[in-house]
């Protein structure tokens, strides 16, 4: 037998759709294009679908008559980054989350596992307290700086092995350590309202979103998402276990080291750029799984729609919920996440 005809263990139970593969992507993508559109419709400032629809055909050249420049300027400025920034992240998260989970066989694994968040904060609020965060590039780097250094730290703590429940421990006490350092920072340094600013950034916003960040994100994206999905049969294989992964040719360490990689790289550039949103990499690969089933190779991408689509939708929600302020989007993520996670663990029998 062959990685590539060992059908998962992980996941076999789970209830599986007969419906073929390509209509399922099909009405994501439908959903996704839809949800983008509706979702730049909203906000204090309320434009229509045609509204949007002419603005972003004069930017693409299109035949179409131009909108005000003022109502062009917002449209294309501010709400249709906004969007696409929304849904680069909810996919990069969930892709993040569905390869620790298939990696780790860890139903709790998210792309938080690793430190990287806590790391990320700790760089965020360093640059805050010492001016240099000014500029939402100026957090942005801090936060990838810190992300980084903590995935380095990790790294270098693995170098004794790296079977699965070292990597979950290991990834607990970076965490751990970077989340005690952000406060001690806070606490010694920060004045009532950089405090409140630093804490409305940790819990997620995309008021920052601008084509820069968009064009950063989706090349991250394009570039974890390959990688990733270039390795499903490995991470089919690990589903039997680390020692049935190896008799079946997987190159277990190599895999491992390769999936952190990519992980660590979705994940460090999805916080620095927005905060970290909780959730969205651990209850969306679950939602996933149980619509395509536990392969690879169809689930990576199928959750990563899923994940556009529910962040898109969780921003437009935060943004109108208690307008005219705006609700940091990973308090949405977590008063949804919450409850369908616990649906999710129900149905799957563990709870």
Same mark, same amino acid.
């Given at each position: 037998?062959?990685a590539? @005809?060992?059908p998962?263990? @992980?996941?076999?139970?789970?209830?599986?759709?007969?419906?073929? !593969?390509?209509?399922?992507?099909?009405?994501?993508?439908a959903?996704?294009?839809?949800?983008?559109?509706?979702?730049?419709?909203?906000?204090?400032?309320?434009?229509?679908?045609?509204?949007?629809?002419?603005?972003?055909?004069?930017?693409?050249?299109?035949?179409?008559?131009?909108?005000?420049? $003022?109502?062009?300027?917002?449209?294309?400025?501010?709400?249709?980054?906004?969007?696409?920034?929304?849904? $680069?992240?909810?996919?990069m998260?969930?892709?993040?989350?569905?390869?620790?989970?298939?990696?780790?066989?860890?139903?709790?694994?998210?792309?938080y596992?690793?430190?990287?968040?806590?790391?990320?904060?700790?760089?965020?609020?360093?640059?805050?307290?010492?001016?240099?965060?000014?500029?939402?590039?100026?957090?942005?780097?801090?936060?990838?700086v810190?992300?980084?250094?903590?995935?380095?730290?990790?790294?270098? $703590?693995?170098?004794?092995?790296?079977?699965?429940?070292?990597?979950?421990? !290991?990834?607990?006490?970076?965490?751990?350590?970077?989340?005690? $350092?952000?406060?001690?920072?806070?606490?010694?340094?920060?004045?009532?309202?950089?405090?409140?600013?630093?804490?409305?950034?940790?819990?997620?916003?995309?008021?920052?979103? #601008?084509?820069?960040?968009?064009?950063?994100?989706?090349?991250?994206?394009?570039?974890?998402?390959?990688?990733?999905? !270039?390795?499903s049969?490995?991470?089919?294989?690990?589903?039997?276990?680390?020692?049935?992964?190896?008799?079946?040719? &997987?190159?277990?360490?190599?895999?491992?080291?390769?999936?952190?990689?990519?992980?660590?790289?979705?994940?460090?550039?999805?916080?620095?750029?927005?905060?970290? &949103?909780?959730?969205?990499?651990?209850?969306?690969?679950?939602?996933? #799984?149980?619509?395509?089933?536990?392969?690879?190779?169809?689930?990576?991408?199928?959750?990563?729609?899923?994940?556009?689509?529910?962040?898109?939708?969780?921003?437009?929600?935060?943004? &109108?919920?208690?307008?005219? #302020?705006?609700?940091?989007?990973?308090?949405?993520?977590?008063?949804?996440?919450?409850?369908?996670?616990?649906?999710?663990?129900?149905?799957?029998?563990?709870?």
């Open positions: 037998m062959t590539t @005809e060992a998962p263990a @992980e996941g076999a139970s789970l209830r599986r759709t007969a419906t073929p !593969t390509w209509v399922l992507f099909a009405v994501g993508l959903a996704l294009v839809l949800s983008a559109g509706v979702a730049t419709c909203v906000g204090t400032n309320g434009v229509g679908l045609p509204e949007v629809a002419r603005a972003v055909g004069t930017h693409l050249g299109l035949p179409v008559e131009p909108l005000p420049r $003022l109502l062009d300027s917002l449209i294309w400025q501010l709400r249709v980054p906004r969007v696409l920034l929304a849904a $680069l992240i909810g996919a998260l969930a892709v993040s989350g569905t390869v620790l989970q298939g990696l780790t066989g860890n139903a709790l694994a998210d792309p596992l690793l430190g990287v968040s806590n790391g990320a904060s700790v760089g965020a609020v360093a640059v805050t307290l010492s001016g240099l965060g000014g500029t939402a590039l100026g957090l942005s780097g801090g936060a990838l810190g992300a980084l250094l903590s995935f380095g730290a990790m790294m270098l $703590l693995l170098r004794g092995g790296m079977r699965t429940v070292r990597i979950v421990l !290991t990834g607990v006490v970076v965490g751990q350590l970077f989340a005690a $350092l952000t406060s001690l920072l806070v606490m010694a340094s920060a004045n009532a309202e950089t405090t409140r600013a630093i804490t409305y950034w940790l819990l997620g916003s995309m008021t920052s979103a #601008r084509w820069d960040s968009v064009l950063l994100c989706a090349i991250a994206c394009a570039v974890g998402l390959a990688g990733c999905w !270039t390795r049969q490995a991470l089919d294989a690990f589903s039997f276990g680390e020692d049935t992964a190896e008799s079946l040719g &997987i190159s277990v360490r190599a895999t491992r080291i390769a999936a952190l990689v990519l992980t660590a790289l979705l994940t460090s550039v999805a916080v620095a750029s927005v905060g970290a &949103i909780g959730f969205v990499g651990l209850i969306v690969p679950h939602a996933a #799984r149980f619509v395509v089933g536990p392969r690879h190779r169809v689930l990576m991408p199928f959750a990563a729609v899923m994940g556009a689509v529910f962040l898109v939708w969780t921003d437009a929600l935060a943004r &109108i919920a208690m307008a005219p #302020r705006e609700v940091p989007v990973g308090v949405v993520t977590a008063l949804i996440g919450v409850p369908v996670f616990l649906l999710i663990l129900r149905r799957r029998g563990e709870l």
